[in-house]
């Protein structure tokens, strides 16, 4: 009944997730990490509205604009036994679920991957709709603008999950690179960028047919990335080198390198896609790039600013700490912070939302 109900969820929004606006993003989800939750807050003002619990060591989290779902990774390893319990739905016996899950020939990834799962969630409700088997543990989790895919990164198995969330199965995997870390979709539903952190290369992943189309490369510790649909240009962080690549999706050419200095992590592009804005962590500070002419500007935020979120229509950006259970609100013009608020464990990939 459950899948019944979430894949008749998903196919009805379909249409309003592709033709949705950007909106103004009231509602930014967080995901704590150790604490096992997610928590749901304001976007303008860091207020507490929600905590969506029983999320198991979440560091990924996925959702798009207009699509009902986020998609939640854990980067714990499970029992399958202790699995299958967590995903029965009300009313349904451990044996009829039993024949549901025992597909062994079909498992997608490495014969020796552990098991992860994937949460579905409600958005408006933050219940978990469905769990979702996925071969080891989830960095980080994107979801498809239409809603229809969700990818999960494998750092340990070199290569990406996908989740049909229609069918609500995984449908591939497939090998990327050396540890890759981070996934991003453009308007293209059926395509997905991921930076390969061991190897140095991005990933172009071709969703309907589960094949990498091409390899760009991205210098030598690609770790976060943003795209820019409007300029077709890919923003990477160079995480160890200290540095953001620009590349161009047309040529697959970098076209302009940014020293920011010190490690780096998160990045998060401007809603006008004037501006870059790029997490410091090394040197505990905030770098603002703007990308019409290259110049930088800096300001001292710490310790250790971490995963970086603008928040659309609101004029702040989200900005967790590494080193302490909180989570900056940060004025996007000046780069100073205005407030900041407590979460249970560590800030991870966080997702703004109208």
Known sequence: MVIKTLATFLASASFAALTAGAGVAQTVYVPEGSGNSVLVVDGATGRTLNRIEGVEAVHGLGGASGVPVLVAGSFAEVDRADAMAADRPAGVSADDHAVHHAKPEGRKGPANAALSMLSVIDVETGEILRRIE???????TAVSPDGR??????????????VDLH?????AFVP???MPN???????PETVYVSNTGNGTVSEVDLTRGIVRRNLVAGETP?????????????VADAEAGRVLEL????GETERSFDIGGEIHGLGLTADGGRLVVAGRGEDKLVSIDLSDGTTT????GPEPYHLTPVPGTGVLFVSSRAEPKVWVVDAATLKPTSDFAVQGEGHQMVALP
């Open 134 to 140: 996925v071969p080891g543990a989830v960095h980080h």
């Open 149 to 162: 895919f969700a990818v999960a990164t494998h750092p340990a198995g070199d290569g990406i999950s996908v």
């Open 167 to 171: 069918d609500n199965e995984t449908v």
């Open 176 to 178: 990327t690179g050396a």
């Open 182 to 188: 981070y996934a991003v979709f453009g308007r293209d």
């Open 223 to 235: 770790e976060h990335i943003v795209l820019d649909p409007s300029a077709n240009a890919l923003y």
């Open 248 to 251: 161009s999706l047309d040529s």
């Open 298 to 301: 800096a300001a001292p935020l």
